[in-house]
């Protein structure tokens, strides 16, 4: 179910014909009413934005809302038939009432969640009341607000599994949320048997509801990956949490302190600005444990590791230049002086502000940004190469941004390692 998050939204029931009681001594109890139910302006916190821009909350055919009030025991229940909102059974009352309303209804399983973004939006809690109490023959105004948050866990290692439990201050494991009653909020509910709100059997980047307003402990399995401040998190508002580190450093068997930089879920931590300082063959290049120029802990990263969709990628334009694609790092060409360099940087949550600078070799009039994988077919190595060369007005065209197949393996070319795990 597609959701898409606005501001301010509306909805409303028909006026359903009236229906009387048999006993003409009793009141007159109408069945049916219009409900407008407007959200609290969250422009700043209700917004989440991700590589497809900013998700928006909008309802779909067959979504309900759930009404009740002090009157009565039970909730009434709105269905949204593709235009408005209808109920059959919503009855207004013989004396003024506190009305409350609850989405997506008054009870939320907050259990084995997909991760999928589209999907937050089936357990973003809404709560709201009216103004003052009303019997609603004129119809119910209520404002609702945002009762939940949202975690986007991103798993950064290749392999390992994610099976994410919240657990509150006691310990307790974190289960749903429930209406509280003649009010406008849930209240958390709990278990002290173990309950997994996420699993996945690979990194990635999964979105997760949560309660907002009391304190939390959000683990990995046993690992605490982040625990809150006694308030809890910000209704409406979503929070990015990586399940380990995104960038480090890390010692080679030559003594040097090397920084490391992971650009997507997943994906491989390369040195993030430096090369080994020869140029290598291909035999040199891929040295395996401690005969690796750098040592045991660093490596020289396959073909399939770097490139493709997601990866360090790139398509030609009309003009058969290459540009940056959605999803992937983006990558720009910096002059300073005349010192060039790529720098890419990444675009999934979690890896927004890490980067990962390669140096021009020049040759032939061209710039080119090149290292050798560990990757071969035939008899050759693989190389992955970028070349460019000064635009006719001003910047660089790339002309090449691939893995290039059929490279002699005692050609020495740069070789940029990555961190072996």
Known sequence: MKKILYSVFMLATMVLAACSSDDTTEPVVKRGMVLKANVEDTDTRATITDTEGKWKFAFATNDVVKVGNDKVESYYTFTNNGTVFESTDAKQTTAAANWCAFFPGEKIDLKNQSGVFADVANRYAL???????????????????????????????????????????????????????????????????????????????????VPAGVKLLVYNGETLIKATKEKGLTAGKYYTLTTHDTTGSAKNKLGETIDWVQLWSGGPKFATKKNVAEELDWYEATKKGDEYVWGANWRTPTADEVYGEGKL????????????????????????????????????????????????????????????????????????????????????????????????????????PVLAE
């Open 127 to 209: 709560a709201g009341a009216t103004a003052s109490a009303t019997t609603g023959s004129d119809g119910l105004t209520v404002t609702m607000k945002a009762k939940a948050a949202v975690l986007c866990i991103v798993g950064v290692k290749n392999g390992e599994s994610l099976d994410i439990n919240v657990r509150n201050a006691e310990g307790q494991y974190v289960s749903g949320l429930t209406a509280v009653k003649n009010s406008a909020g849930f209240s958390v509910q709990t278990s002290t048997a173990k309950v997994t709100l996420l699993s996945k059997p690979d990194a990635g980047v999964y979105y997760v509801v």
């Open 313 to 416: 990628y790139a398509l030609p334009n009309e003009n058969g230049h290459y540009q940056p694609v959605a999803g992937s790092p983006y990558f720009k060409i910096i002059k300073e002086g005349e010192y060039i360099t790529l720098v890419f940087t990444g675009v999934q949550p979690g890896y927004t502000k890490n980067t990962l600078t390669l140096y021009n070799k020049s040759g032939h009039g061209n710039y080119n940004f090149d290292f050798w994988t560990s990757s071969e077919i035939s008899g050759y190595g693989k190389r992955f190469n970028i070349s460019a060369q000064d635009a006719e007005t001003e910047g660089f065209e790339i002309g090449y941004f691939w893995i290039s197949p059929l490279d002699n393996k005692n050609t020495k070319y740069l070789v940029r």
